[in-house]
């Protein structure tokens, strides 16, 4: 998530209290397709501050996945969603909330390729849409090449 839903009390507060929801779920959409996702609440307190200050944050994602495809033991996934973001806080420094102003968004987008008993390969692209929740940063691109040794 950003750095205020890390710390929405900006370094104010030494005892914060969360009570965190979340749900996920998945459903089959075919033997060779899944869909799944979860949604992320949290209700934060800074109970050593004055009146107590509450932030709230929200995450989600949503995933597909095709396992077997192209062979047994490969995966494709794709994935969207919101890293954890303020959206009301009643902290405030020099008179502003202390929230998210935009929304970001993380794409994701991998293969895994089973090329013996123990040995798989996964090459993936993530893109950071608004990073930090904020529309005045660049999106961010990240390739990944991962061997995987299995015994």
Same mark, same amino acid.
């Given at each position: &998530?950003?750095? @205020?839903?890390? $710390? ?7 005892? %914060?209290?969360?009570?965190?929801? &979340? ?5 089959? %959409?075919?033997?060779? +397709? ?14 050593? /501050?004055?009146?107590?200050? #509450? ?13 077997? +495809?192209? &062979?047994?033991?490969?995966?494709? &996934? /794709?994935? %969207? ?6 959206? #009301? ?13 935009? !929304?970001? /968004? ?7 390729? #089973?090329?013996? $008993?123990?040995? !798989? ?6 893109? %950071? +849409?608004?990073?930090?929740?904020? *529309?005045?940063? *660049?999106?961010?691109? @990240? ?9």
């Amino acid at each position: &998530g950003s750095r @205020i839903a890390n $710390d929405p009390f900006r370094g104010t507060s030494e005892a %914060i209290v969360a009570n965190s929801f &979340g749900v996920q779920t998945e459903i089959g %959409i075919t033997p060779s +397709l899944f869909l799944s996702g979860w949604v992320g609440f949290t209700q934060a307190f800074a109970t050593d /501050l004055a009146n107590e200050p #509450q932030a709230n944050s929200f995450t989600w994602a949503a995933t597909l996945a095709a396992p077997d +495809l192209g &062979g047994d033991g490969n995966l494709l &996934g /794709l994935a %969207i969603g919101q890293p954890p973001k303020v959206t #009301q806080n009643d902290f405030t420094r020099r008179g502003r909330a202390c929230v998210d102003p935009d !929304t970001a /968004l993380h794409l994701e987008a991998f293969y895994r390729w #089973q090329v013996v $008993d123990n040995l !798989t390969l996964t090459a993936g692209m993530f893109v %950071i +849409l608004r990073p930090e929740h904020d *529309s005045n940063n *660049s999106p961010i691109y @990240i390739g990944t090449f991962r061997s995987t040794f299995s015994f």
